[in-house]
């Protein structure tokens, strides 16, 4: 079946509209950060204000390409939030579960990702400013970015707490502790307020390497079981049934 | 030995304790390459430990492993009352021992050892503070059994095998970064 | 039976502490006067008598000695990969060194 067909006969749609949403989504926010601005790895914490010029001038247009997607498309990082919302609120759990998670991550877009958006773009957009000024638009892009991972420490900590407290099987509960130990390795980020170099500054092995390695594992697997729990949900209240193996 | 064969707990759980070693792993590793890197200067910095007070803590860290698999042996033996006193005597030692922790980082930050003086207390303050955290999220996960095991209603073998299985993931980790900290030269 | 298991607890434990009161002696033998001395061979042991402990607390304590054969082998392999890591972590930090 064509995917046009099936959004006009499959009851579903909106949530696998939802879906292909948040995968597009995931990808034009990996291609906008890693490829397009390369800000992702992140830049070293202990350049220069003259180097922080350079580092600007470097990624000029890179900045204010990607950057401007993210003004444009950034809003449909709602839909990856409201599809999460969405499997809490088909849980047997209470609705109040589901509107702490949807509110926390609205909230927590701004500092962990729309901060660093604007401050690179300024930075950008006035090349001929005191080098000192860039340098603090610099420092602030990357530690917002970095260093408020810990607003969507207790987002995590919820949907596992409704996933372990579950009885209507929508997500298997390994998922549910992956989410503990995604929530703990967003405390792990923090000392890079504090350090400007080593493994916990903010490109540290430890404080970004291993962070994005248990981070980018938690987001494909989140994304995959959200695909997997709209094949099998019957749209209803109770337990979601079990997959069908077809041949 | 004709026992049946049983996942302690619930099978999902481990997948916890598997996925959590390896990412403290990972941590230990950036630690141990560092330190070979500047080997004078760490152990410098760790001569500033001290190592019998480590052992006090492991060793409470251990017996408190010890009660808690004491509890899960009574729940089965379907002695709720006997259960409940080896998770007090759990938390007891859970408290005593971050109670020494946090004697040990009050005594070092007091003689100028701190998050920020050396790449070897980096490396400590870090491991330990993650440690603790799983620590102190230990104590709401015995919160739990002792919930269950007061209320007839709730009680779940399972779930107080679970728990108890966290428990003693948090004494796992210990057990290696007291070796890494204190001990490796 | 039951009085065998608590037993066999209770062993684990003396055992598990007594590996801890080695590490002081280690630690004795290894410096010089109270100045620390760098040492691979403490270091292996360090690794090596942490793992067993690791093992033991798996086994005995977390009951994995009663559990189907996956999740023994799982956890033996974890022990395994462990070893394997900090070891090579080490070396290669020293050869690189």
New interface residues.
């Given amino acids: 079946m064509s995917l046009g067909a099936s959004l006009r006969t499959d009851p579903k749609r909106e949530l696998w509209f939802a879906w292909y949403s948040t995968v597009a989504f995931y990808s034009l926010y990996s291609v906008v950060f890693f490829v397009l601005t390369r800000t992702q790895p992140p830049g070293r914490p202990w350049l220069t204000p003259e180097q922080t010029v350079a580092w600007f001038a470097d990624r000029h247009w890179g900045l204010l390409v990607g950057f401007a997607l993210i003004f444009v498309l950034g809003g449909f990082s709602a839909t990856s939030i409201s599809l999460i919302t969405y499997s809490i609120r088909r849980m047997s759990v209470s609705r109040a579960y589901a509107y702490s998670y949807l509110i926390l991550y609205a909230i927590a877009a701004i500092p962990g990702f729309l901060f660093i958006c604007v401050a690179m773009t300024v930075g950008a957009m006035r090349p001929e400013r005191d080098p000192a000024l860039l340098h603090w638009l610099y420092d602030f892009g990357f530690l917002s970015f970095s260093g408020t991972m810990g607003v969507f420490l207790v987002g995590s900590l919820i949907w596992m707490a409704a996933i372990l407290l579950d009885k209507n099987g929508v997500f ?3 998922f ?3 989410n ?2 995604n929530a ?2 967003e ?2 980020i923090a ?1 890079s307020w ?2 400007q170099r ?3 500054a903010w490109n540290g ?2 404080a970004w390497w ?1 962070d994005v ?2 981070f980018g594992m938690y987001t494909v697997v989140f994304i995959y079981l959200l695909r997997s729990l709209i094949q099998r949900d019957d749209l209803g209240t109770g337990p979601v049934p079990a997959p069908v193996i077809t041949g | 030995m004709t026992e049946t064969e049983r996942v302690p707990g619930e099978g999902d759980m481990w997948f916890f304790v598997v996925f959590e070693s390896l990412v403290f792993t990972s941590y230990f590793c950036v630690y141990l390459y560092d330190r070979a890197q500047h080997e004078h200067a760490f152990l410098k910095a760790q001569s500033a430990l001290n190592l019998p007070l480590g052992i006090v803590e492991t060793i409470l860290l251990l017996t408190s492993s010890w009660a808690i698999a004491r509890c899960v042996q009574e729940v089965r033996a379907a002695r709720y009352r006997s259960a409940q006193r080896f998770v007090l005597a759990t938390v007891g030692l859970g408290v005593a021992f971050f109670g020494c922790k946090l004697a040990e980082w009050v005594r070092l930050i007091g003689d100028g050892h701190t998050f920020t003086s050396s790449e070897f207390m980096q490396h400590f303050f870090f491991l330990t503070g993650m440690h603790a955290i799983h620590l102190l999220i230990g104590f709401v996960v015995l919160g739990v059994i002792r919930y269950q095991l007061a209320d007839p209603q709730h009680r779940s073998h399972q779930t107080i095998e679970t728990c108890s299985t966290y428990w003693h993931t948090v004494d796992l980790f210990w057990v290696l970064i007291f070796a890494l900290l204190y001990i490796v030269r | 039976m039951e009085t065998s298991a608590k037993k066999r607890l209770l062993v684990a434990w003396v055992v598990v502490v007594a590996i801890t009161v080695i590490y002081l002696w280690i630690d004795r033998s290894a410096d010089d006067r109270g100045v620390l001395v760098s040492s691979v061979a403490v270091t292996v042991a360090a690794i090596g008598l942490a793992l067993v402990k690791f093992r033991i607390i798996l086994g005995e304590f977390m009951d994995v000695r009663h559990a189907p054969r996956a999740l023994r082998r799982i956890t033996d392999l974890l022990v395994v990969v462990i070893a394997m890591a900090l070891l090579s972590a080490y070396f290669v930090g020293r050869a690189v060194a």
Avoid: D, H, M
């Fill in positions: 298997p509960r390994w549910g502790y992956l503990l130990c703990l390795t405390v792990v000392p504090i350090f080593g493994v916990l092995v430890i291993i390695a248990v």
